[in-house]
């Protein structure tokens, strides 16, 4: 199917786009790697009046450290966030990047453009989770930081307010002793995971728990989250049977719908034991060990 006739737009600037978008008004979409947009206006799900291309901006391309934080602009595609030093050094994020669908999509697809589509099985939405990720959003005149959980709403809901855009993904450097771990399950590469756990912790002495985030994706309408679950291990030593509780836990809370990814079933007993994975991983990258993969496939 084709998309409904829009009008086509390449601002130069940043500046340019978010006049242009407040100028155009509620009917117009920002195009960032359009492989979720495409395929959306393709099958006529939205009919945009106008779309407003800011993919080639290159304000929004950075990936890069200041002080005490990751800072990666919106357009930076997964290829290229895989590949980063920062990605090197937070193997969580490489985790991430790197198992996002294949490479033609990693090529094309912005972290932006992830967390702002705000689907349900989107990977970097429920990772940014657990690196307490601020996502700045950018209007004609204004700019402010929004916690990534308050940034997700709901299902395809973001809290971006008209003519604003995603510019920037913030994200503190975790301390030493620190490692985590992001593992998607999937039927192939060109799909979304059916399932997926990230973990990412703090050790103290030994296998002592000082601080962690724990998160499910594709769990329910929003990643699953708690900061109940994830206080009860703080202080506590992070065994079998205390991170076991933590897994049920969560997957109490979650809400998997069953389609043809699997049953609700199928996919909660994936969501534990990922998450069971995941935070052995994390203790592992944790203590010092070098683990690479990311996720796995059927
Ligand atoms: C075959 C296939 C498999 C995929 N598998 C996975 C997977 O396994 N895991 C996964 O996480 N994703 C997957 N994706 C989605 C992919 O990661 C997309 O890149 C991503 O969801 C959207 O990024 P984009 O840059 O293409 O955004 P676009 O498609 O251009 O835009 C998506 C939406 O966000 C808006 N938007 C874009 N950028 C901004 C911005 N900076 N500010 C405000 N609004 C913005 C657009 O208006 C649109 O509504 C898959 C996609 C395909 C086609």
């Known amino acids: 199917m084709y998309p409904a006739p829009f009008r086509y737009h390449r601002p130069g600037t940043l500046g340019s786009a978010l006049k242009l978008l407040a100028e155009l008004g509620e009917g117009a979409r920002p195009l960032a790697g359009g492989q979720s947009l495409i395929p959306i206006l393709k099958m006529r799900m939205d009919e945009p009046s106008d779309l407003v291309d800011i993919g080639r901006l290159a304000e929004l391309m950075h990936i890069r450290q200041e002080k005490n934080r990751v800072c990666i602009g919106a357009l930076a595609t997964h290829a290229r966030i895989a590949v980063s030093a920062i990605a090197g050094e937070i193997p969580i994020i490489r985790d991430c990047a790197g198992g996002i669908a294949d490479p033609q999509v990693r090529a094309l697809g912005t972290i932006g453009g992830s967390v702002s589509i705000a689907d349900p099985s989107s990977d970097w939405p429920a990772l940014l989770h657990t690196l307490e990720a601020e996502i700045v959003c ?82 329910g309408p929003v990643p699953v989250t708690s900061r109940q679950v994830e206080q009860q291990l703080i202080g506590q030593p992070l065994a079998e049977k205390n991170l076991s509780q933590a897994a049920e836990a969560l997957v109490e809370l979650s809400d998997p719908p069953s389609d043809s990814r699997g049953s609700s079933e199928f996919k909660r007993a994936m969501l534990r034991s990922l998450f069971m994975r995941a935070a052995n991983r994390a203790m592992q990258r944790a203590g010092g060990e070098k683990i690479t993969g990311s996720h796995d496939y059927v």
Request: glycine content about 8%; aromatic content about 6%; charged content about 20%.
């Open 138 to 219: 950018q209007g004609p005149s204004s700019k402010r930081a929004i916690k990534i959980n308050d940034f997700i709403k709901d299902s395809y809901t973001n809290s971006l307010a008209d003519a604003e855009l995603v510019t920037e993904i913030q994200i503190p450097m975790p301390p030493e002793n620190s490692g985590g771990a992001y593992i998607g399950f999937k039927k192939a590469a060109p799909a979304y995971p059916a399932a997926s756990a990230g973990v990412q912790l703090t050790l103290a002495d030994g296998n002592l728990c000082r601080d962690i985030r724990l998160v499910l994706g594709a769990a």
